[in-house]
């Protein structure tokens, strides 16, 4: 009988309930009393990196299509007697679905009948159904939203600077896939990627909102043990080396757009097999790019008088378990003079050493952004699921803010700013240069 472990975090007056069933399903459980709704994320380790992997129903090496792990989820809503969205409208729930680079999520959010709907959630997840007639179907319904997102500026631009980072790398390559991909897909890859991904050994069971965890624990086992799951070994996967460098420096197309948009950064050279040494990196280069560029610090503030960029300027650092970047941005009727301009900043800044003062504010309000994620029922959600599939613990991330010191933020800048390992994705209008 698999029992509770409670682990509690005096700092922030939360406790989590976790347990492991005999399946393997991970489940963690954050009572809030104060909430109003309860927020359920069911997720899988697979997302659109994982296209090379050891089948668990053949044993042999397989490759399938870009963008199986994304269409996989699409179809996981259908079912024989029909829509999953019904069942949960049904019991007053929302729900949704999303695929990254490294996982898959399904979700419901509701107010009340969270047993009925937790029920659902894990019933339909379980249940795959696919035919090669909804399987064609779905392949014109994603080859239109394809064309689609290949027509907005926000996702040229950022697969745009993927590309410049990893060049053919998957890392690189939209998670929904292309139409000539998408358009190879068959209802037994279907299969052989769920058997292989869906294992409950390879998924967690977030839930969050003012639940009793002995009640929730009862609903969960009750349904888990009426299925019968095959013990697995650990999945074997396969992923293409990672270009040294920068793969293009400059990468440039046209839309029809108001404005050019710009988007620029560094490939981390960054890499640590323990979670908590990359968790603290990862740390310390959020704090500096939104000391020196986020949306309270003097530099935000003063490319905007420059006429250089507008509000929609934004930083991000994006981590995971086999890559790293930071990616500056946003609308510029002088595109690389914004780039120079932030690039030079950021040179001048390295050598100086970040300020003391800007650092201690980028940390107070990292702590505080922090506190106020526990107050979301989806953005604890999201942040707890993707830090744990990545062996780091919520509560972890609190003490290494408040620990992490300006010698660590300053020698992650430094290193970060390799010139080898930047690129650039510029957007310019159809109607010739800006």
């Not at 697979?46 to 399938?64: H, M, Q």
């Not at 199986?68 to 049904?90: R, T, Y």
């Not at 799951?229 to 793969?247: G, H, L, N, S, T």
């Not at 507008?310 to 086999?322: I, K």
Request: glycine share 6%.
């Amino acid at each position: 009988m698999t029992t509770w472990t409670e682990k509690q975090s005096e700092r922030l007056r939360e406790k989590i309930y976790e347990a492991e069933f005999a399946n393997g399903l991970k489940v963690f459980i954050l009572p809030k009393p104060e909430f109003r709704q309860t927020y359920a994320t069911f997720t899988t380790k697979y997302g659109s990196l994982d296209n090379e992997f050891i089948s668990a129903s053949s044993g042999k090496r397989v490759r399938v299509p870009d963008g199986i792990a994304h269409f996989l989820e699409h179809k996981m809503f259908e079912e024989e007697d029909g829509d999953v969205f019904n069942q949960f409208a049904k019991f007053g729930a929302q729900a949704n679905a999303y695929t990254t680079f490294d996982s898959t999520t399904y979700l419901f959010s509701s107010t009340s009948h969270v047993e009925e709907n937790l029920r659902v959630l894990l019933d339909f997840v379980q249940n795959p159904y696919f035919t090669d007639q909804n399987v064609d179907k779905e392949k014109g319904i994603i080859a239109q939203e394809i064309k689609m997102y290949e027509d907005t500026p926000n996702w040229r631009s950022y697969f745009g600077l993927l590309k410049g980072f990893y060049g053919d790398h998957p890392a690189a390559t939209d998670i929904a896939g292309t139409v000539d991909s998408i358009g190879q897909i068959t209802k037994e890859d279907l299969y052989e990627c769920y058997r292989t991904f869906y294992h409950p050994s390879n998924m967690i069971l977030f839930i969050v909102g003012p639940v009793h965890p002995e009640k929730v624990w009862d609903w969960i086992q009750n349904n888990q043990e009426a299925k019968a799951f095959q013990k697995r070994q650990e999945i074997a996967r396969f992923y293409p080396d990672m270009p040294q460098k920068a793969v293009h420096q400059s990468l440039e197309s046209r839309l029809a757009i108001a404005q050019p948009k710009v988007l620029f950064g560094y490939k981390d050279i960054f890499y640590h097999t323990d979670p908590m040494v990359r968790n603290r990196h990862e740390a310390a280069m959020e704090l500096w790019m939104d000391a020196l560029l986020g949306r309270g610090s003097k530099l935000f503030h003063d490319l905007i008088e420059e006429g250089l960029t507008d509000q929609g300027f934004s930083v991000e650092y994006e981590m995971t378990e086999r890559y790293a970047h930071s990616i500056f941005g946003g609308n510029s009727k002088k595109p690389m003079d914004l780039v120079l301009r932030v690039q030079n900043a950021l040179t001048n800044t390295a050598k100086s050493g970040l300020n003391q003062d800007d650092f201690l504010r980028a940390k107070r309000k990292a702590i505080g952004r922090f506190v106020s994620l526990l107050d979301s029922p989806q953005g604890v959600a999201h942040v707890f699921t993707s830090q744990k599939l990545r062996g780091i613990d919520i509560f972890d991330t609190m003490q290494v803010l408040e620990q992490i010191d300006l010698t660590e933020v300053n020698d992650a800048l430094r290193a970060h700013l390799q010139n080898d390992q930047h690129a650039v994705s510029l957007i310019r209008q159809l109607d010739g240069e800006a």
